[in-house]
């Protein structure tokens, strides 16, 4: 009796690629590629039969785009004039019209309230308003800006605010806005130059309590080794001797 004689090698091996190839494409119907040519499908099938829709939400889609570029270009205009007119000012500061500086950086804060070029230019107005003699001035310019001030500007506002209040006979004052300075420096070296000179100004105001505590606020500050030195200096003096450590 003969035996069926087995399939060649080579009809076998054919035969399991069939079957995994059909297994791999029955898998695939549920792999994310599937269901997104799936859900892709649904969308065209949804914006055909809701042509006035589609027609809505791509109007609205393109405005929005359009708006959103315009802003964009408004913006970077706005800046370019806004530093264009800060350059005009620096000219005039650096020439010593500072009566001219002082018109100009006023005019660039009122009509470009907001941008980066009129927050340099409210600093800059400070300085010529202090520079000038003009404390009281200062002090208007500065009060308003300084609580709203974008982070890189913030402590230096409040620092000038405080020479401000110094300039004017208002030691109280001035010590607060430079604890708001020293709050807000990105720098140890800064924040400890503002306690410092919020502690001078506590000793002026007469209170002699919050003055040490800015000076020892100081003294726990490892990165400024100047500051700490006339710090315990100043302590010393305040205390005599006994709270010094």
């Given amino acids: 009796m003969c035996l069926p004689q087995p399939p060649p090698t080579s009809t076998i091996v054919h035969n399991l690629l069939e079957a995994r190839m059909a297994t791999t494409v029955n898998s695939a119907a549920g792999t994310p590629a599937a269901q997104e040519a799936k859900a892709l499908t649904w969308l065209a099938q949804w914006i055909r039969s809701h042509k006035q829709v589609s027609g809505y939400i791509a109007a609205i889609a393109l405005v929005g785009a359009v708006l959103l570029a315009w802003s964009v270009l408004s913006n970077r205009t706005v800046e370019l004039q806004a530093s264009a007119r800060l350059a005009q000012a620096r000219l005039a500061v650096d020439s010593r019209n500072y009566a001219l500086a002082a018109s100009e950086l006023s005019q660039l804060v009122e009509n470009y309230a907001g941008s980066r070029a009129a927050q340099e230019g409210t600093i800059l107005l400070a300085q010529v308003r202090?520079?000038?003699?003009?404390?009281?001035?200062?002090?208007?310019?500065?009060?308003?800006?300084?609580?709203?001030?974008?982070?890189?500007?913030?402590?230096?506002?409040?620092?000038?605010?405080?020479?401000?209040?110094?300039?004017?006979?208002?030691?109280?004052?001035?010590?607060?806005?430079?604890?708001?300075?020293?709050?807000?420096?990105?720098?140890?070296?800064?924040?400890?130059?503002?306690?410092?000179?919020?502690?001078?100004?506590?000793?002026?105001?007469?209170?002699?309590?919050?003055?040490?505590?800015?000076?020892?606020?100081?003294?726990t500050q490892r990165d400024s080794t100047g500051s700490v030195t006339e710090a315990r200096v100043r302590i010393g003096e305040l205390t005599r001797g006994a709270g010094v450590k």
């Fill in 130 to 219: 202090l520079g000038q003699g003009q404390s009281q001035q200062a002090i208007q310019v500065l009060s308003k800006f300084a609580p709203g001030a974008a982070r890189p500007y913030r402590a230096q506002a409040y620092a000038l605010l405080g020479a401000a209040y110094e300039n004017a006979a208002r030691p109280k004052d001035a010590a607060a806005a430079y604890e708001q300075a020293a709050e807000a420096a990105q720098f140890p070296f800064l924040k400890a130059q503002f306690l410092s000179d919020a502690g001078r100004a506590w000793v002026a105001a007469g209170d002699t309590a919050k003055a040490l505590a800015a000076y020892h606020a100081i003294t």
